[in-house]
């Protein structure tokens, strides 16, 4: 099992739709969640990053981090065509730990017009 | 303030050979990271430099090595390429080796024929 699971998709959905993206992990001292985005061909861009348990929204964007269940959510409001993208979530220990941080293998998602 | 940027773009070599690949940190960024990100995976930690010191390193075999120089740009020599080290590499650069967030280049991508 890895550290960090992410369903690789594709997820496709109409313009508009709210997308949600999840990804599960094992190690219970990951205490820093990102999410990253990445267009073909390019490099992750940093989307939202989070601290221990909670939510945290950015615009369209909202970060959820349940540390009880393992689990993190990414939401996207009112999703457009540019969304279309691979989203990876990423996280890390920190503290006396190691601050590297450990990549799902991403999910693809498509808005389609 | 310039982000990270990675040369070259992209790279085609034969088995056994070597190569080099080169990363400008984001301006006030003085930790590189490396990473290596196969074709529908997330990026594989290779390994990271701070202050022109190796400061951690994935599961990589030592064909995989790095340098950090003074200015904090960095370079990744891969000897005695293999078929599988066909990937995306990616640079990403922080403020510190304590720091979660991370800014990626957009990739070299190397293939071995």
């Known amino acids: 099992q890895k550290e960090v699971e992410q369903d690789p998709g594709p997820l496709s959905v109409p313009e508009g739709a709210i997308v949600s993206l999840n990804c599960t992990y094992s190690?219970?001292?990951?205490?820093?969640f990102m999410w990253y985005r990445q267009y073909s061909r390019k490099g992750p861009e940093l989307l939202m990053y989070?601290?221990?348990?909670g939510n945290k929204e950015d615009g369209r964007f909202t970060a959820q981090v349940d540390k009880s269940s393992k689990y993190i959510s990414l939401f996207i409001r009112d999703s457009q065509p540019s969304d279309s993208a691979t989203y990876l979530c990423?996280?890390?220990?920190?503290?006396?730990?190691?601050?590297?941080?450990?990549f799902g293998r991403g999910t693809s998602l498509i808005v389609h017009p | 303030e310039t982000g990270v940027t990675q040369s070259p773009t992209h790279l085609i070599k034969t088995r056994g050979q070597q190569v080099t690949l080169r990363c400008s940190s984001q301006?006030?960024?003085?930790?590189v990271s490396w990473y290596q990100q196969a074709l529908g995976q997330g990026p594989q930690f290779i390994f990271q430099?701070?202050?022109?010191?190796?400061?951690g390193r994935g599961n990589f075999p030592p064909r995989f090595s790095g340098l950090q120089f003074p200015n904090y740009s960095s370079e990744l020599n891969v000897n005695a390429l293999e078929l599988d080290d066909s990937a995306l590499y990616l640079c990403?650069?922080?403020?510190?080796?304590?720091?979660?967030?991370?800014?990626f280049g957009p990739g070299t991508r190397l293939t071995v024929l």
């Open positions: 990403a650069s922080s403020f510190s080796e304590v720091y979660n967030e991370q800014f």
């Open positions: 190690n219970s001292a990951f205490q820093y």
């Open positions: 989070t601290y221990s348990s």
């Open positions: 990423a996280m890390s220990q920190g503290g006396g730990g190691s601050y590297i941080p450990t």
């Open positions: 301006s006030g960024h003085n930790t």
């Open positions: 430099y701070y202050r022109e010191e190796e400061n």
